[in-house]
Structure formats: structure tokens, C-alpha cells
């Protein structure tokens, strides 16, 4: 606390200390030094060559692009710097049953009509027999560009089907990280090369006071932010904050990656392939392609999952094969006495839906409308823990509907995924679909409806029946107008580029 003038004002944070250089150092340091501008404050980036980073993420949703714009990131240099391409969902296959191919598009679904929501009169199509499951991918603007392999940026301005298209990007994840080094650093971030070996703590309050490097080298600060990657280096190693293990429903535990070549135009899109044991993804950049099989140690062992990869690749490998392991599940709390956690360091919920680059967004976005004077609240605190709890779990929901979801029992692991128990959360979301096909988005859920619907129909989850409400619609007219809309997203997507021709056009291809 400081004195003046008789009035008690809690003393600010002047010195923050970034633990860590991979996805999650760089975006707080860039998203911290863009609006600490006063002169009265310092961030010191800490980050060892020698350790290196986790080297894979390389997918995001739509909301990286709001952390992008607050940056003031130009789009197209991004884009071209990173060696990204546009993603417009992910393309699942094998997921419901063995041959099923499906998408969970960025974006909505059609247009509600007279206030009806617009899945509830394609459910009343489906019990009538006047469509098929698989065709509500027609009804979203993302979906049917991507399955065309075209690419429209939306102008707030233009109210075309282009402006319902929804994005996000792949991206190198090292390039994501050199670009965001050298913005932050222009905004006056320390980098310091070094290993941290130590760190100090204050004997009264139990606060980290400083890191301590290799060479002797001793760093203070007011606020730590851990960025260190799964070991946790503060929140865990040194605070022992203690971890939420969700690996009995999320079993996935090690991914083997390897980049190969493009063969072809980059698709807009991610996919993922179910496998015996788990998934393997395939993303496009621009210069070639993410490639990782995700898999369950306990029914798979590394040199059988090392060989499917090896077989499901369709360009040559660049590199050799890396394994990564990792545990689902999260921090007890993200932010623990003067460390706040990010990234990998607060937990990690599989790569299913590339939700771990927004969990960093996310966290960073809550420091800021909770960012502490000294001493730190308690009651502050307490409520960023709440509310990246709150995300994370219903992250973890979404992610085990996919298992959960699934038909198939063809291995032990399918049979495990298919037959185990759920959060009750979960239960409750799954049977409000099954009867009427209602589906509500609740809190601040990151996944909102069109997700749902999208996994539920694309895992062949079709309601008992529609909402009742769907049927005081005239039948005939909210055909013709449904087929005028598939019609009309058809038509426009065809007149899109392809995503290259797109991005050499915006002058974003490298
Ligand atoms: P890291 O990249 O591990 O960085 C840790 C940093 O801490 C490094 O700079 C390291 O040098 C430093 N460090 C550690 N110890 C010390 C020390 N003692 N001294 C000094 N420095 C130290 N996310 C997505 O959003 N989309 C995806 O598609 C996606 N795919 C993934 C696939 C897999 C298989 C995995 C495992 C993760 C994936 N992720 C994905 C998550 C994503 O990779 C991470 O969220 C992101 O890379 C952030 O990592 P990080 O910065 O927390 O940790």
C-alpha cells in the first residue's frame, strides 16, 4: 500500500515476469506490452533455446481473430508470415460409424424463421423423410465453401451469404511465436535467454518473489505469469497447486507429429481421422502439412501408432517423428498466490477441437478485466479461477460428446469411449437433444449451438421428435425457402476463389 495525502491506495504491479516463450509467452507478452505504455511498468520474457517449446498447435476458432484485431495485427502480413491458411471447421471422419464423413463448420445454420429456429424446422425435414441427416452441412455458408475448397472474407458491410462465412487460421506454430516476439518486443518486452533453475519465495506471504537462472542471474517481479509448458515450473513445481485428471474420460494421452510436403492446394479446413485408438489430424499451411496421431497408450502402443501415421500420410515427411505426452485435465488453479498460469502450464484438454490456443486468449482476456494491484485480492482471484474453470469444463463437455457420440465398438478403446460414464453436465445436454432436439448455449459457453447440432447429427444422434413449435409452420413455403437457401450458398460459393487463389490475391501467400 502507499500513503498520500492521507488516502490508503493499493500499491500497482510494476514489474511482471513472463516464465516461458512458446504460443502462450509471446501472446501475453504482446497482449500485456501493447497497453502497458506508461513507462511505469516492465515485462521480462524468460525462455531457454536450450529446453525449446512444445512445437505443435497449429489450428484455432474463430475468436483468435479477436485477439489479432486488439493487437492490430494486419491479417494478410499475418497470414504470410505464419505460412497460414484459412480454416473454415473440421472435416471428421470415421468418427460415427466406420465410412461416415461429417463437418463441424465455424458459424451458423441457416436462418431461423418467424422467430423458429431454423434446426428445428430442418429436424421437422428429417421426420418428414424430406431430407437426410447429412444434409444440414448444406445450410451452412462455412460447410459448403469448404467443401469446395474456396475461401470469401466476410465484410461486416455487405450483407451477402459471404458475410455468414466464419474463420479461423492454421498457422506455424514457431513462426505464430517468432512474429509475436518481435511485435511484443517492439512494445518494449525484455527477452532474457536462460534456464531457470530456482525460484525465490517472500517468507511471509508465500509470493514468488524472483526467478533464479543458471548463471546467477536473479529476477524479481510483482507478478509472475507461468508459461513454462505441462511441467508448470511455478504453479505446480514450485506452489504445488495440484491437478484435475480427466483422463477416464478424455483418455488420449501421447501424439506422435510429423509435417510432410503439400501435394496439393491447402484445404480450408482441418480433419480429423478416427483410428483404432484415438484420431489423427491433418492440417494445410501454406508450405506443408501438420500431420499427428493422437492416441491412448493404454490400448495402443507407440510403435503400431508410429506406423498407422506413417501409412495415413499423403506427402513425404519433412521430419522425423516426435511423440508428445500429456495428461487431460486442469490446473486446481490457474492463478495461485502471485502466478497466474497460461497455456500449457494451467492444463490441457486434447487437440480435438484446437481449444487450447483460445484457452491462452481466454486466460489473458480475464487477467485483464481482473489485473491485480498489491496486495492481490483473494476475492479476485478466487473469481479468475471460477471463470477458467467454467470454460475449461465445458470445453472438456464438448470434447467427450465426440467419443461419447460414437456408434462404433469395433476396438476396445471405441467400446470404452462409447459405453463409459459422463459428467452429469453432459448427460443433461445429450437428453435435452435426444428428445426434442433442444440445445441451449449456457453461460458463456465457447461452443455455442450450431457445434452441438453439428457433432449430434454428424454422429447420427437424431432426436425422438422436433420441437412442437417447428410444425405451425406451413410446410410447403419453409421448403421452397429452405431449398432458395441451399440454393443460394451453393451458388455464392462457387463464385469464391480457391483459397490459394485468395490468398495470393490479398497479397498473404509467402
Ligand atoms: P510450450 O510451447 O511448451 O512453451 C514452454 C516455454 O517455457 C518454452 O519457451 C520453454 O523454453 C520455457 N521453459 C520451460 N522450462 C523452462 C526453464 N526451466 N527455464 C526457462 N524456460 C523454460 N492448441 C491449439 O490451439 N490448436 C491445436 O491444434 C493444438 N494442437 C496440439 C497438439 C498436441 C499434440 C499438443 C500436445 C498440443 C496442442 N495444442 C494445440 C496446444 C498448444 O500446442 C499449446 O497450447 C501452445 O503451444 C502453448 O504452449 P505453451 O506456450 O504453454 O508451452
Redesign the pocket.
Known sequence: MSQSNGIVTPGRIADVVI???????WMAAAALSRFFDDGKRTITL????Q??????????IPPIRNFNAMLDISENEFLRETRGTFKLGIEFVDWGRIGDRYFHPFGDYGHDFHGIQFHQLFLRQLALGSADIGDIADYSMSSVAAALGRFGRPSAQAKTPISEISYAFHFD?GLYAAFLRKLAERQGTVRKE????RAHRNGESGDVSAIELADGTCIEGDLFID?????G?LIEEELETGYDDWSHWLPVDR?I?VPTSNIASPDPFTRSTARPAGWQ?R?PLQHRVGN?H?FCSQYMDEDEARDILLANLEGQPLAEPRT?R?KTGMRRKAWSHNVVS????SG?IE?LE???????QNGIARLFALFPDKPISSLERDEYNRGMRDVYEDVRDFIILHYKATQRGDTDFWRYVRDMAVPDSLTRKMELWRLHGRVFRENAELFAQPSWIAVMLGQNIAPESHDPIADTLDERKVAEAMKQMRETYRSTAQQLPSQEDFLRRAGAWH
Open positions: 516464465v516461458g516463450g512458446g504460443t502462450a509467452g524468460v525462455e531457454s533455446d529446453i525449446g517449446t512444445v512445437g505443435v498447435g497449429e489450428a484455432t506454430a536462460g534456464q531457470i533453475v508459461c513454462s509448458g505441462f511441467r515450473l501424439a507429429a489430424w492440417i499427428g493422437v508428445i500429456f497460461l497455456g500449457l502450464s490441457f487437440p484446437s481449444t487450447s490456443i483460445h484457452m491462452i
